[in-house]
């Protein structure tokens, strides 16, 4: 693994090398220059995969540190990788609008040419797309405006409501003292009317006894 490893990081520095001469080589040579960091960076990965099957099986007293060393190589070509395509980015951006201001340069214009006018086709469609997103927006707000009055609505009917729960509550609540009161009112009416009949029936007996 460590002949591997430090093939593997001369590899990258050598690739780090040859990137700092992207910016320095000519136009004719840059392609191929691109080719062969793509090439190197391919061949960087190649090895790092085999690495990481030789890092599993380290000791487990090495391995975790065998990872990490790892881990950082993948993160360097990664960044090389991820230079190389910004560069290529830049180029063809730069090689089209090139392009587009020699075409622009080279025509001509008669008093007879119908096309006498410079193309703003996609000036005209990003003012389109920037009008229909500002449209978007309001219609948007239009919406979330909407929306937070009906939840002020929904509020008030929720308010009118729990104030008709908290009446009718209130009435069951009286209702229930009410009843209760009635219920204990019975209970003390029969009561008195037991005892009622209980002392005339001791008075008739007591009139029976001594009288008779």
Avoid at 90 to 102: C, H, K, L, P, S
Avoid at 115 to 131: A, G, K, M, R, V
Wanted: proline letters at 1%; one cysteine or more.
């Amino acid at each position: 693994m460590e002949t591997l490893y430090h093939q593997t990081n001369r590899h990258i520095q050598e690739v780090q090398s040859l990137m700092g001469n992207l910016e320095k080589t000519d136009r004719q040579s840059v392609h191929l220059l691109e080719n062969e960091l793509q090439a190197r960076t391919d061949q960087i990965f190649n090895h790092l995969e085999r690495l990481e099957i030789l890092a599993s099986k380290e000791p487990t007293n090495r391995r975790q540190n065998a990872k990490l060393r790892v881990d950082q190589l993948k993160y360097d070509v990664q960044h090389l990788r991820t230079a190389l395509e910004n560069f290529q980015h830049r180029r063809y951006t730069r090689e089209a609008q090139e392009r587009e201001r020699e075409e622009l340069m080279s025509r001509t214009f008669t008093t007879n040419d119908a096309d006498t006018s410079i193309p703003i086709d996609e000036t005209l469609q990003f003012n389109s797309n920037l009008h229909n997103a500002h449209r978007g927006m309001d219609d948007l707000l239009g919406s979330g405006s909407s929306i937070l009055n009906g939840l002020r609505d929904q509020r008030s009917t929720l308010k009118g409501t729990h104030k008709k729960i908290l009446d009718v509550a209130n009435m069951l609540g009286l209702s229930n003292t009410v009843m209760r009161l009635i219920e204990r009112r019975a209970t003390q009416d029969k009561l008195i009317m037991i005892g009622g009949m209980l002392l005339t029936c001791i008075f008739i007996f007591l009139v029976i006894r001594y009288l008779g």
